[in-house]
């Protein structure tokens, strides 16, 4: 295992789990066997993919309503077989992507306070894939751009405001295991169950390059990192899990590739772009492993493990819009047990000083867009716009700890669909209140 960076500022972060009672209980949490996280967060929502008779449905709560869930909460309940996976559109807070066995994806949009009763009809349904949709990604910086990957070896890329698909990728001879888009979405990385990871052009589906990633027959795992290298975890040949990072310009071999245990949960990388720390989470495992990447050999560092006695069924990822920055939270996970419980474990780095620690939080991805789908699949490409978190340092706290981000109504654009379709249509354009019209 790597070494301890000695000199980094997240040496000592460690992770702390919530009170029970700022937790989130009492959840029929899936029992699906797909590789997914089966949760997903945001600064105003918690969702989490549940058991469903008679159809796929998922969970939609909003961050306040802790303690035990009602069995009769309402559902986001329109799929007709299992959902696999969802996704929080990080250009609204309010709309959320699911993916199903039935094929379809569809697009929800979940008022402020969340939902009192159950949501059946979708804003949009997007219908191409011909099997099963097993993972779902929104375009970092372009408006209303998701991709989807399915069964079917296929990627398509949306503009989900027209309902319409901007690209079809069709180069995978088997089932596809992962998909990331890079920072600014002018790529995209994919491992397959060929062992192949690619890196693919997604406006002309080209492959740029390709190579052979871990050689263990259980799926890997691929990711952008913010510089454009690759981080990857996978397994052996004598199934021991591994992490790997790469140039993208060159996968033939790795530029390094760690063994890590032989346990045989598939590692999920969740990658902070703004600190550059990589956190490890293993299905079925306990413990939470981290680390920090440097541009320099040898890449990756350990930091600390955070361990329980319980093994995680799936995790969501709070994004940095809603994390605590008064007690330097530099992450928060929410923790699906086999138990129906979601645990909600903070990551800190203790300093003495009550001031805003600008070394901790360089500015982070804000909710606003960079470019349309429009400019984007006509090859405009632009790194996600910025904010500072400062203004959070202050904020009101929530009873789960996170803040209330203090973004004006003016710099906040909100995506508006018409119900009444499947199809959605332009917002009528109220610059004055920040609703704008849908490019």
């Not at 310009?249 to 720390?277: A, K, Q």
């Not at 699949?377 to 904010?387: F, T, V």
Request: glycine share 6%; proline share 5%.
């Amino acid at each position: 295992m790597a070494r301890v960076v000695r000199n980094s500022k997240f040496r000592h972060v460690f992770g702390q789990v919530a009170k029970k009672s700022d937790c989130y209980d009492n959840i029929r949490i899936t029992k699906s066997a797909w590789d997914s996280t089966f949760c997903a967060v945001n600064p105003k929502f918690l969702a989490i993919i549940t058991e469903s008779a008679g159809g796929g449905a998922f969970l939609v709560l909003s961050l306040d309503k802790v303690g035990r869930v009602d069995r009769e909460a309402p559902l986001v309940s329109g799929h007709k077989s299992a959902v696999l996976d969802i996704a929080w559109c990080p250009h609204n807070d309010n709309v959320i992507a699911s993916g199903s066995e039935d094929c379809t994806v569809k697009i929800w949009q979940i008022p402020d306070g969340g939902i009192t009763s159950t949501l059946t009809e979708p804003t949009v349904d997007l219908v191409a894939h011909q099997r099963r949709v097993g993972q779902i990604v929104w375009h970092p910086s372009a408006l209303n751009v998701l991709l989807s990957a399915g069964s079917d070896m296929k990627i398509f890329i949306w503009n989900v405001s027209k309902s319409t698909i901007l690209s079809t990728i069709d180069c995978h001879p088997e089932v596809i295991l992962s998909v990331a888009w890079n920072y600014n979405g002018s790529r995209i990385v994919t491992s397959c169950k060929d062992k192949i990871f690619r890196v693919i052009d997604p406006r002309t589906s080209e492959v740029i390059q390709s190579g052979t990633g871990h050689q263990g027959g259980k799926p890997a795992k691929a990711i952008y990192l913010r510089d454009g290298r690759i981080f990857s975890t996978g397994f052996s040949k004598m199934a021991e899990r591994q992490y790997a990072v790469w140039d993208e310009n060159n996968l033939s071999s790795p530029l390094t590739m760690v063994e890590l245990d032989s346990s045989n949960g598939i590692l999920f990388p969740i990658y902070d772009e703004d600190t550059g720390v990589i956190f490890l989470c293993g299905k079925g495992d306990s413990a939470i492993r981290y680390f920090e990447y440097t541009p320099e050999a040898p890449y990756i560092h350990f930091l600390s493990t955070y361990s329980s006695s319980d093994p995680q069924r799936g995790i969501g990822t709070m994004p940095k819009r809603g994390l605590n920055i008064s007690t330097c939270e530099i992450a928060r996970f929410y923790k699906l047990l086999n138990n129906g419980l979601c645990e909600v474990i903070s990551f800190t780095v203790p300093r003495k000083s009550e001031l805003f620690q600008d070394d901790l939080y360089p500015d982070t991805a804000a909710e606003e867009h960079a470019i349309t789908a429009d400019e984007w699949i006509n090859g405009k490409d632009a790194n996600p716009k910025l904010i500072s978190v400062r203004n959070q340092h202050l904020g009101p706290k929530l009873s789960t700890g996170a803040v209330i981000s203090n973004i004006s109504n003016q710099n906040k654009h909100e995506v508006v669909f018409d119900k009444t379709s499947l199809t959605p249509k332009p917002s009528i354009d109220k610059s004055t209140n920040g609703v704008h019209q849908v490019q």
